[in-house]
């Protein structure tokens, strides 16, 4: 599956691959808003050109900085031409060490015989490489081994052609030799017997809590492994144009991706220079702690423009941070081409407002989307593929098989299949959605005894506050619509079902009055006769542009129709369902506002042309009764003249 | 879900597949693809060499033989590995056996049984167009091969240490491989069994005295002891040395002959005027230069087997010159044995009956008993100077009258070998080729006494020891008792050259033979 509008996310990890190796490192680059997708891309991309190394973060479990270092080095150390086979020896030694815990810590010379007795035990190579895949298995790959296309046959042997000379050509012990060695000095002028090193190293990984014991841990693993990586490198690190190794975290915003982002950080800011490339993914910013200098915003299109010079060296910050841009309709339209050509051309258009951008989204729903044998006269055709069941995940995954509508709310509110369902969050969640701001729904939630005070938590409110736009007339996220119809789902005459909500969210709003939210709230009860009735009465009198704001911001308001028939004909019922006279000023408001209520919703039907075309015949008439500003309700409808062309 | 862009999709939309790939200079490139085209070419080129030394080899890839159009030409070590001809297969695998012992004796005493190879430089195979018959190719090697036996089982080349292996070097039918196979066995003159002599050297042609220049003149030394080159041309060739009449000798013993035979007085020179036929120039100039006052006829010529593209069946002019006053009684015979029977052929049907004798110096005529029919008509006799008598190769285990001291144990090895069939030694191949071999071996252990006892000679030393086998140290030969010295040069002092009269061929020599003095 082709990933769209990420040109400029892959034009930025060019750049800080491209970045001198000898040189200071460059920024961590960060992607906020979008994960998994977007680094397959770039993995897809580095496959086989370049060595690196895909890690997801958000593993359960504990792992730390040495398991993070161990996937790097397994994945780094792939065959790769032009770079050869990178080991990792230090790190290997360190390992090996680490993990003895029989090691006699009372007697130090037991403890240089025990340590000398376990390195001569391991003395292959491929133990080494057993020996980091092992320590790495805690951390999923964000790609793993078993989909990575193998490279081909020649370039493979052109790549471990040297590799695997080299390891004629050391011996095991030279090699691990080596290694040990390094122990000793760890590239500085100060030596001292490599055994005792290790002996501390051992000490430290044991007693983590004690003082500051994993920090030193962790700084001597980050330097075995970057002096691997730099011996292993060789004379390439001065070849220009042969760019930097990378490294792709999922999840850098998890409690251990801030851990180990920030050792690196620290370290590159305390002089020490890895000729890596780093780039993670986050859900939600969690640099805004991080002084102003240390990172920098990219927006959209704009390059990174790094650039050598300077006295220190550097020029560019410690972090950049880009938020991913949503795929257009222009995006979704060219992906719908590329993978999807026998699809309706009017369904993307529906996922695309559904999904609101979200690359994942997206491909989730047009690949199902894909899979529908017929579509229903009517509408609800997303309704049909958010009910449709995944394809059946693999044997030998933990993979469970839900519905599209259960993935994508997993995904949305970054969660695996290992993690259990946040049921409860997401009932809380679900009622909140109902709300027209995120200020609303905080309210809602601790007014309602929904949230107390101990139940709150950083991860919930930032979920809350994701759930709803900066534009108060912008569409809903595709979580929130997710979250809505499952409140539509819940029962009638629940305490928490669809009237009671919006009835008190409209009487909250009428206490404070906002009379948009009541109107909003309004119409999401259903009661469309009132909501045009308003719109009617102020039409003319209201300046064009506020009654046209509010018009806006009042027809996003959800719904929880079924949509059994073509939306213009929805339209039309709905608005003699309030007894007004068609042609009356009324019955055209209320045609045009139940017309863009239902076009507001993703999953009113496909054949969307005439309901279009209606709005546009009203917006052409009432606008005579704006004797200020006709133009903006022509305006209007032009634009639903030209959306009428794209959904013919 | 496609993850990675090696199949040539990108897996994000608009960016190349390669985007992130490393941008390599272009001359890198450019020498990274000439490498890459450079490893192919020379893998391919290997592959055909292989190929071609596989379609080319002679038996084993590794026997140190080519084929060359259509023969096996170079040096057959492993003398088993590959029969150049069914005819020499029993005698290469008896040498084979006897090169295995060597082996064998050398592996239980290293120290004490160190050994040496001679190679036997001679062809191995014959064609329509070459200078040797299959049965003289054969009887080359059975006569090198009972010399090799004896020497490393009898004490009768001096003391049995070193012993000696035999190999083949074969440079074609023509002799005109000889480049490659004298290069190859300059290569063995450094091996742990050094190659420290040759022998054989084929026949009086210009490829026989290029090789032996390039031998002589080669920094190996190694020393060259013929069988059959009798032009007096090779005299002055260092390092080399023939256990074989020269033509001068050859002619000498025709005079010798016509000294005793006073009714013989006019004599017609006819020769071979084909190219490059040594031994027939050689023999005619010492025709004109020892028997000049019998060359009353003026000389005839004729184009002959050494050059196969002008082979004449009928000697025609000739025919008719015999008869034409002054008519001759003599034919001073300059050409090759191959074209005698057509000589004497054509000789028989001229017109006059004037008994005539042909007058000839060879190594050996091969059995003349069909011709004896035509001689007998025609009043012509044969009078053949040659390196050994037919009365000496029959059955009788005591040849009669006058033989070389070497001869009876001689042919007492030889039929102790079962190697050759009945008449195996009348065409004096075997017996000369036996005498050449000797002669290396004595110089061989010439050498070996001054060396410590893990040592053994080399070829230069081996060929400072050919001008000092005289006194006391002479060569055993059947063909005489043979010593060499600097004033004979290559020719050796002893060789006996008796004259043979056809008819009758098997009487035994009437007079004693003419023997190569100082």
Redesign the interface.
């Known amino acids: 599956m082709t990933l769209f509008g990420r040109r400029h996310a892959v034009g930025l990890v060019r750049e800080v691959m491209t970045c001198p190796q000898d040189g200071p490192a460059p920024p961590v680059l960060v992607f906020e808003g979008g994960r998994t997708a977007l680094l397959t891309g770039v993995a897809g991309l580095l496959d086989g050109r370049v060595p690196y190394a895909h890690v997801d973060l958000g593993a359960q479990g504990r792992p730390g900085t040495p398991e993070v270092l161990y996937a790097l080095a397994f994945h780094l150390g792939r065959p790769c031409p032009l770079y050869g086979t990178l080991r990792f020896p230090r790190l290997a030694v360190g390992k090996l060490v680490m993990d003895d815990t029989t090691l006699d810590l009372h007697d130090r010379d037991a403890a240089r015989r025990q340590i000398n007795d376990l390195l001569r035990a391991h003395r292959g190579i491929d133990q080494m490489v057993t020996t980091l895949r092992e320590g790495a298995g805690t951390l999923p790959a964000g790609l793993p081994a078993s989909v990575q296309t193998p490279l081909g046959l020649a370039a493979r042997f052109l790549a471990t052609a040297l590799g695997r000379l080299a390891r004629w050509t050391w011996s095991s012990r030279f090699v691990l030799g080596r290694a040990q060695k390094w122990y000793g000095a760890q590239g500085s002028s100060h030596r001292r017997p490599p055994v005792e090193t290790l002996i501390e190293l051992n000490q430290w990984h044991r007693r983590p809590n004690l003082g500051t014991n994993a920090r030193q841990r962790d700084d001597l693993l980050w330097a075995a492994f970057r002096a691997d990586l730099t011996a292993g490198l060789g004379r390439r690190r001065h070849r220009s144009w042969i760019p930097r190794c990378v490294v792709l975290l999922d999840n850098a915003d998890t409690r251990l991706g801030r851990n180990v982002l920030t050792e690196l950080v620290r370290l590159r800011a305390g002089g020490e220079h890895d000729p890596l490339a780093v780039v993670a993914t986050a859900r939600e910013p969690f640099l805004d702690h991080l002084p102003a200098a240390e990172q920098r915003t990219l927006a959209a299109d704009e390059p990174l423009a790094l650039a050598r010079s300077g006295p220190d060296g550097r020029r560019w910050p410690r972090w950049v941070r880009y938020p991913l841009p949503g795929l257009t309709e222009e995006d979704t339209t060219r992906k719908v081409t590329a993978d999807h050509p026998r699809l309706d051309h009017r369904i993307p258009l529906l996922v695309q407002q559904f999904a609101q951008g979200n690359p994942l989204a997206v491909g989730l729903l047009l690949e199902a989307a894909d899979e529908v044998p017929s579509w229903p006269a009517g509408g609800n055709e997303l309704g049909l593929v958010l009910a449709r069941l995944e394809p059946p995940p693999p044997d030998d995954t933990d993979r469970v098989q839900c519905t599209i509508a259960e993935r994508l709310c997993r995904h949305l509110l970054g969660r695996d299949d290992r993690d259990p369902f946040p049921d409860d969050e997401v009932e809380t969640l679900t009622t909140c959605a109902a709300a027209r701001t995120g200020e609303q729904a905080l309210t809602l939630a601790v007014g309602s005894g929904l949230l107390t005070p101990d139940g709150y938590t950083g991860e919930l409110s930032t979920l809350l506050a994701g759930l709803w736009p900066t534009a108060p007339d912008a569409a809903p996220p595709p979580l929130r619509r997710l979250l809505l119809r499952r409140l539509a789902a819940r029962p009638a005459d629940a305490e928490t079902g669809w009237r009671a909500v919006h009835e008190r969210l409209r009487r909250e709003c009428a206490e404070r009055a906002d009379r948009t939210g009541e109107l909003y709230h309004a119409l999401a009860l259903g009661e469309l006769g009132r909501v045009a009735g308003y719109f009617t009465e102020r039409a003319g009198v209201d300046p064009a542009r506020e009654w046209l704001a509010t018009l806006h911001e009042v027809v996003q308001a959800p719904t929880n129709l079924d949509h059994p028939v073509p939306p213009a004909d929805e339209a039309h019922r709905l608005a003699r369902a309030t007894g007004a006279d068609p042609d009356s000023r009324l019955g055209r408001i209320t045609r045009l506002v139940a017309a863009l209520w239902l076009a507001a919703d993703p999953f009113t039907g496909r054949h969307r042309a005439d309901l279009h075309d209606g709005i546009k015949r009203d917006y052409r008439a009432i606008a005579l009764q704006f004797h200020d500003d006709q133009s903006r309700l022509v305006a209007e409808a032009t634009t639903h003249r030209v959306r009428a062309e794209q959904w013919r | ?7 040539g ?7 190349p ?9 272009r001359l ?1 490139t450019v020498l990274r693809r000439s490498a890459v085209v450079l490893s192919v070419v020379v893998l391919v080129a290997a592959g055909a060499a292989v190929v071609h030394r596989v379609a080319v080899s002679c038996g084993p890839v590794r026997s140190g033989l080519t084929r060359v159009d259509g023969e096996c030409v170079g040096v057959l070590t492993d003398v088993g590995s590959h029969p150049f001809s069914d005819d020499l297969r029993s005698v290469q695998d008896a040498i084979d056996r006897e090169n295995a012992w060597v082996d064998a004796q050398y592996r239980a005493d290293p120290g004490g049984n160190r050994y040496v190879r001679v190679a036997l430089f001679s062809p191995m195979t014959a064609t329509a167009h070459s200078f040797m018959t299959a049965d003289q190719v054969r009887h080359t090697v059975q006569g090198a091969y009972v010399a090799q036996r004896r020497a490393n089982h009898t004490p009768d080349f001096d003391d049995p240490r070193p012993l000696v292996q035999l190999v083949l070097a074969n440079p074609g039918s023509r002799q005109a491989q000889w480049p490659r196979v004298v290069r190859a066995l300059e290569r063995m003159t450094d091996d742990r069994h050094p190659l420290v002599a040759v022998i054989g050297m084929g026949t009086s042609i210009t490829a026989t005295r290029d090789a032996a220049r390039y031998l002589s003149a080669s920094a190996t030394d190694l020393p060259m002891i013929a069988g059959v080159a009798t032009t007096d041309e090779f005299r002055d060739i260092t390092g080399f040395v023939r256990t074989s009449p020269s033509n001068t000798d050859y002619v000498r013993a025709l005079a010798d002959y016509l000294a005793g035979h006073r009714e013989l007085r006019t004599g017609m020179l006819v020769y071979d005027d084909s190219e490059p036929d040594l031994y027939v120039r050689d023999l005619r100039s010492a025709y004109e230069r020892h028997l000049r006052r019998y060359l009353t006829v003026p000389a005839k010529s004729y184009f002959g087997a050494a050059d196969p593209e002008n082979r004449t069946q009928l000697f025609a002019t000739i025919q008719d010159s015999v008869c034409n006053a002054p008519r001759p009684d003599l034919i001073l015979y300059a050409g090759r044995a191959l074209d005698l029977d057509d000589f004497v052929r054509s000789l028989a049907l001229r017109g006059c009956r004037d008994p005539i004798s042909i007058l000839v110096g060879a190594t050996g005529l091969s059995p003349l008993e069909e011709l004896v029919p035509t001689l007998v008509e025609g009043r012509i006799t044969i009078v053949n100077a040659a390196a050994g008598h037919p009365s000496w190769f029959t059955a009788d285990s005591h040849p009669p009258g006058s033989v070389p001291d070497g001869l009876p144990p001689f042919l007492a090895a030889f039929r102790a070998e079962k190697i050759g069939e009945p008449g195996a030694l009348a065409d004096g191949y075997g017996p000369t080729h036996h005498d050449a071999m000797a002669t290396a071996v004595m110089a061989i252990r010439a050498v070996a006494p001054g060396l410590p006892r893990d040592e053994v000679p080399r070829a230069g030393n081996v060929r400072g020891q050919l001008m000092n086998l005289n006194n006391s140290s002479t060569v055993p030969g059947a063909g005489g008792t043979l010593t060499f010295t600097t004033d004979r040069k290559a020719d050796p002092i002893g060789k006996w050259v008796p004259i043979t009269v056809i008819p009758p061929a098997t009487d035994a020599p009437t007079r004693r033979p003419y023997v190569t003095t100082g």
Not at chain 2, 1 to 7: D, E, L, Q
Not at chain 2, 17 to 25: I, N, Q, S
């Open positions: 879900m496609a993850v990675n862009s090696r199949n999709t990108s897996p994000v939309a608009d960016v597949p390669d985007h992130l790939a490393p941008r390599v200079p890198r």
